[in-house]
């Protein structure tokens, strides 16, 4: 969800009490607002029970889909049913009326999106209570009692406290009396866990350097054998780079007999060289987003010296950068990606 300026908080209950026993006169008022509020508090939780997710019962966080009764269901349970389905072999149905649902059949409601960012939750340091659109600004940005680290962290403080704290902490902390010989350590340290990251990227850039390079814009589709056992598995139509046939295969759950018996969704993928060769091929590769990919990557780069003997590179995790993503791409017909090769 993008965030939203902060709001002022919802008064709470404690705070109409206190008005009403202190001041006698304002007793009507205060009795007024007190049923005002249990009215509110009662409606609120309707509207939760109305506006729910109806698969998880949870307040939909971004997104809600419903199906064409209108029964609703929030983005993320939307794409684990629809995933579901492909992974089955069979269309996805609504939970409630098993009406069929697809991302052209089901449409988002607004209405409901717009009611449920406006409804009251509870700030999970300090209680409060905001509206939902502004609830992540405040819990992330401005709650004083939100943990925080110390900002000497980068020379070695490992803090960790509520945000109002920190100020009288900082003040007191004995790491900026420290001197440079005794944080040398702990800066060489941060440095190299930022060098390790970048060095992909080097790599990468290194690549394109090579005499050989290709990049495939590839579709793993889903197939199914019967032989044995009931197994899923995805795959590439077969495609040439560096005068050889190749071929990527992937498997869900680490070739589970049915994924769907397990919310964790995790996509291991191989390289497979399919033609013959005389001599050793060695190979670099990294898995791109592409043009028609669905999924932000976490680049990484493999490699394998392909033989007769290895034509299988081993199993390598499909590097996305949010795991929960992997639903997302099994709810597609097929998962678009670009496979870029390298060799010397
Ligand atoms: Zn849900
Ligand atoms: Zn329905
Ligand atoms: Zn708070
Ligand atoms: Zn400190």
Redesign the pocket.
């Known amino acids: 969800m993008a965030e939203a300026p902060e709001s002022e908080p919802i008064p709470s209950s404690s705070e109409n009490t206190v008005a009403c026993d202190v001041k006698d006169e304002e007793e009507p008022l205060a009795k007024k607002r007190k049923v005002d509020k249990e009215v509110n508090e009662k409606l609120e939780h309707r509207l939760g029970g109305i506006l729910c997710c109806a698969v998880c019962l949870d307040l939909p966080q971004a997104a809600v889909y419903q199906c064409s009764n209108g029964h609703l269901m929030c983005a993320t349970c939307f794409t684990h049913l629809l995933a579901d389905a492909r992974l089955r072999d069979e269309a996805a149905t609504c939970p409630n009326c098993r009406v069929e649902i697809s991302k052209t059949s089901a449409s988002r409601n607004l209405a409901v999106e717009k009611t449920v960012s406006e409804l009251p939750a509870e700030?999970k340091?300090?209680t409060?209570v905001f509206p939902r659109h502004s609830l992540q600004h405040?819990?992330q940005k401005s709650?004083?009692?939100?943990i925080t680290g110390c900002r000497y962290e980068c020379i070695g403080c490992g803090w960790r406290g509520p945000a109002h704290e920190s100020v009288p902490h900082e003040a007191a902390c004995p790491h900026p009396h420290r001197s440079a010989a005794e944080v040398v350590d702990v800066i060489a340290e941060r440095e190299k866990r930022v060098r390790d990251s970048n060095a992909v990227y080097d790599q990468l850039l290194d690549l394109l350097s090579y005499e050989k390079i290709s990049f495939n814009d590839l579709q793993l589709k889903p197939y199914r054998t019967e032989e044995y056992v009931h197994k899923l598995y995805y795959e590439t139509s077969r495609f040439s780079a560096f005068g050889h046939q190749w071929v990527v295969k992937a498997f869900i759950n680490k070739n589970q007999r049915d994924p769907t018996q397990s919310s964790q969704r995790e996509i291991t993928y191989q390289l497979i060289l399919k033609s013959k060769t005389a001599c050793p091929v060695p190979l670099q590769w990294a898995w791109l987003r592409g043009p028609f990919g669905d999924a932000a990557l976490r680049p990484r780069l493999h490699q394998h010296s392909f033989s007769d003997e290895h034509s299988d590179a081993p199993p390598l995790p499909l590097p996305l950068a949010d795991p929960a993503d992997a639903n997302r791409l099994l709810a597609n017909k097929a998962i678009h990606f670009r496979l870029f090769l390298a060799s010397k």
């Open positions: 700030c340091y300090c409060q405040h819990e709650c004083e009692n939100r």
